[in-house]
């Protein structure tokens, strides 16, 4: 007897089948059924995809940050001179350099020197940021010494300048070119001060991924950086890397004390947390809005088994009076929507997978088609669209989908199976 049949029984899955693949002119509603196939795939693609960019550019803006720029930076606080002035130079920036490299869990500590100029070059001329350092600390920024994507001779860092490559774009300027900096803090005369203005060859031309670094950035040798902006014997600040940027919070005390008395700190999350924040509200949002959408799309699966139920009322009173239980009937239609939002969820979790794995060719296709200039990356900050693939994100997409095509399966498949087999049969 079907009573005594366990739950999900062949008999079940048999006829849930049937209806499932019927034509339209037998009773079936195989035209929906395929509408709310669709419907779950795009939106748990579109889902899928949307995480896939969310994650992609989160890890490239932090890793653009983390890879170029210190985790941490020392300053020390401003200080009245004798003539009145503010100082904020760090005198024994050798002995707060070893200092610092000695707090656990800092892998490096390197002064420098920093000041904005004037570039120019045959008529040409952009603001930059110089960054006066040492060659040997220069050799381990990752994003600036990636001989992927830098160009030069990084070892001859001490005979040059190192320049982005959106300041060299913005230049003109290539290897070999001799470029000028100009500091208006040059030479104090009795007629006022002059301004300061030295040649550096171009050695090498780095490109860290991130636009504003490339376009305003440069570095000098320390020394060089010293006598070029009358810092001599002083550093400005202290840049400090670690080995977890993620815990650099937990290093803050133990920095301030190597760092003596007037040190001050800014780390990496002082610099971007706006970003940051602001990008999770905006994650939080997006998947709310996409939810939404799969919510939508499911929501044709329950369209779907109305049509079913209703076409099918005849067949439920037959098998009703053949002995099948409310469960059994209930089970039958919940196969039908679930089935239907299962290969639809399966589907979408393929694509968004493909996409995100393509996404470069897709893209390339997508700017091709619209004639360029879709990713400006004055705007983004980064060069390209990216996608990082998680788990947790498709496994999130796969759980909503599939929980919310299940909840609106069971009340169609409820309404069938609490249907009186005496109504459903009384006109036939």
Same mark, same amino acid.
């Given at each position: 007897?079907?009573?005594?049949?366990?739950?999900?029984?062949a008999?079940?899955?048999m006829?849930?089948w049937?209806?499932?693949?019927a034509r339209?002119?037998?009773?079936?509603?195989s035209v929906? $059924?395929?509408?709310?196939?669709?419907?779950?795939t795009?939106?748990v693609?579109?889902?899928i995809?949307?995480?896939a960019?969310r994650?992609?550019?989160?890890?490239?803006?932090?890793?653009t940050i983390l890879?170029a720029n210190a985790?941490?930076?020392v300053?020390?606080?401003?200080q009245v001179?004798?003539q009145?002035g503010?100082?904020?130079?760090i005198?024994?920036?050798?002995?707060?350099?070893?200092?610092l +490299?000695?707090?656990e869990?800092?892998t490096r500590?390197?002064?420098?020197v920093k000041?904005?100029?004037?570039?120019s070059?045959?008529?040409?001329?952009t603001?930059?940021?110089?960054?006066?350092i040492s060659?040997?600390?220069?050799a381990t920024i990752?994003?600036i010494a990636?001989p992927e994507?830098g160009?030069?001779?990084?070892?001859?860092?001490?005979?040059?300048i190192?320049?982005?490559?959106g300041v060299?774009?913005?230049?003109?300027?290539g290897?070999?070119?001799?470029i000028?900096?100009?500091?208006?803090?040059g030479?104090?005369?009795a007629?006022?001060?002059s301004p300061?203005v030295?040649?550096?060859?171009v050695?090498y031309i780095?490109?860290?991924?991130r636009?504003?670094?490339d376009?305003?950035?440069?570095?000098l040798?320390?020394?060089?950086a010293?006598?070029?902006?009358?810092?001599?014997g002083?550093?400005?600040?202290?840049?400090?890397?670690?080995?977890?940027?993620? +815990?650099v919070?937990e290093?803050s005390?133990d920095l301030?004390r190597?760092?003596?008395?007037r040190?001050?700190?800014w780390?990496?999350r002082?610099?971007s947390g706006?970003?940051?924040?602001?990008?999770?509200?905006e994650?939080?949002?997006?998947?709310?809005?996409l939810s939404?959408?799969?919510?939508?799309a499911?929501?044709?699966?329950?369209?779907?088994?109305?049509m079913?139920v209703k076409?099918?009322?005849?067949d439920?009173?037959?098998l009703?009076?053949?002995?099948? $239980?409310e469960?059994?009937?209930?089970?039958?239609f919940f196969?039908?929507?679930?089935?239907?939002?299962?290969i639809?969820?399966a589907l979408?979790?393929?694509?968004g997978?493909?996409?995100?794995i393509?996404i470069d060719?897709?893209?390339?296709?997508?700017?091709?088609?619209?004639?360029?200039?879709?990713w400006?990356?004055?705007?983004r900050?980064i060069?390209?669209?990216?996608?990082?693939?998680?788990l947790a994100?498709v496994?999130s997409?796969? $759980?909503?989908s599939?929980?919310l095509s299940?909840?609106?399966?069971?009340f169609?498949?409820?309404?069938?199976?609490?249907?009186?087999?005496?109504?459903?049969?009384?006109?036939?």
């Amino acid at each position: 007897m079907a009573g005594n049949t366990a739950p999900f029984a062949a008999f079940e899955w048999m006829i849930a089948w049937r209806y499932l693949r019927a034509r339209r002119a037998e009773g079936g509603v195989s035209v929906m $059924t395929w509408i709310s196939l669709i419907g779950i795939t795009l939106a748990v693609f579109a889902l899928i995809a949307t995480l896939a960019v969310r994650s992609g550019f989160r890890a490239e803006f932090v890793d653009t940050i983390l890879g170029a720029n210190a985790h941490v930076t020392v300053y020390n606080s401003a200080q009245v001179t004798e003539q009145g002035g503010i100082d904020r130079t760090i005198p024994d920036y050798e002995e707060m350099s070893g200092r610092l +490299r000695a707090v656990e869990g800092v892998t490096r500590a390197a002064p420098l020197v920093k000041g904005q100029v004037m570039a120019s070059l045959r008529g040409s001329n952009t603001g930059v940021e110089v960054f006066g350092i040492s060659a040997e600390h220069l050799a381990t920024i990752p994003r600036i010494a990636d001989p992927e994507t830098g160009r030069g001779e990084i070892g001859r860092f001490e005979e040059g300048i190192a320049i982005g490559s959106g300041v060299a774009r913005e230049l003109g300027a290539g290897l070999g070119d001799r470029i000028k900096l100009i500091s208006p803090d040059g030479v104090k005369t009795a007629f006022g001060t002059s301004p300061r203005v030295n040649a550096y060859e171009v050695v090498y031309i780095f490109s860290a991924g991130r636009y504003d670094i490339d376009r305003t950035r440069v570095y000098l040798p320390f020394e060089e950086a010293q006598t070029f902006f009358n810092r001599d014997g002083v550093a400005t600040e202290i840049e400090v890397m670690v080995e977890d940027p993620d +815990r650099v919070d937990e290093l803050s005390v133990d920095l301030l004390r190597a760092g003596g008395n007037r040190a001050t700190i800014w780390t990496w999350r002082d610099a971007s947390g706006g970003f940051l924040r602001a990008l999770e509200i905006e994650d939080n949002v997006m998947f709310v809005i996409l939810s939404i959408l799969v919510l939508i799309a499911a929501m044709n699966i329950v369209s779907g088994l109305i049509m079913l139920v209703k076409n099918k009322g005849r067949d439920i009173g037959i098998l009703r009076t053949m002995g099948l $239980t409310e469960g059994s009937v209930l089970r039958v239609f919940f196969i039908c929507g679930a089935f239907t939002g299962l290969i639809g969820t399966a589907l979408g979790v393929v694509l968004g997978c493909l996409f995100a794995i393509y996404i470069d060719p897709v893209f390339a296709m997508v700017n091709t088609v619209a004639g360029g200039g879709v990713w400006d990356p004055s705007i983004r900050g980064i060069y390209h669209l990216p996608a990082k693939l998680e788990l947790a994100d498709v496994i999130s997409a796969v $759980t909503l989908s599939l929980g919310l095509s299940f909840c609106v399966t069971y009340f169609p498949a409820r309404r069938a199976a609490r249907l009186n087999p005496v109504e459903a049969l009384r006109y036939e």
